[in-house]
């Protein structure tokens, strides 16, 4: 076998190494967090929870609103509801960390949460990815609630 075919192969093993460590995941690979924040930094992309129980529609939060709970920044759209929220955080926040329910659910994956898609179900939060994936998750929602509490969280040390 000549060098330059074993350095092909070599670079052809490795990226399959590579490419089986992105999909299974690595020991070495950091859990993810407990709470979904997007591009902006924010739990529910800067959402204010309070409000989806309040008045039952997604409200922008305030930067002037702002607290960190579980290593997440949440906004809300005024100091009545920042200070619901820190007496009890749990009843608020949405229900595995603002990932998408389906995804934790029906796939036993993580995939964003979009606060756009939501339903509260028996006093909870719940967000989905999309409308297309809110769909699947309304037609057996006890059903994927019940395997989504199952798989998290151990679902964020895989």
Known sequence: MSIPTIRRERRSLA????GFAIIAGSPAQAASSAIFTPSSGLALDGYDTVAFFTQGRPVRGEARFETVWQGARWRFSGQEHLDRFLAEPARFAPQYGGYCAWAVGARN???PGDAR???IVDGKLY???DAGVQREWVRDIPGLILAADRNWPAILTR
Request: aromatic share 24%; glycine share 0%.
């Open 15 to 18: 990226a399959l190494l590579a």
């Open 109 to 111: 994956s993580l995939a």
């Open 117 to 119: 898609y939501w339903r």
């Open 127 to 129: 967000v989905n990815y």
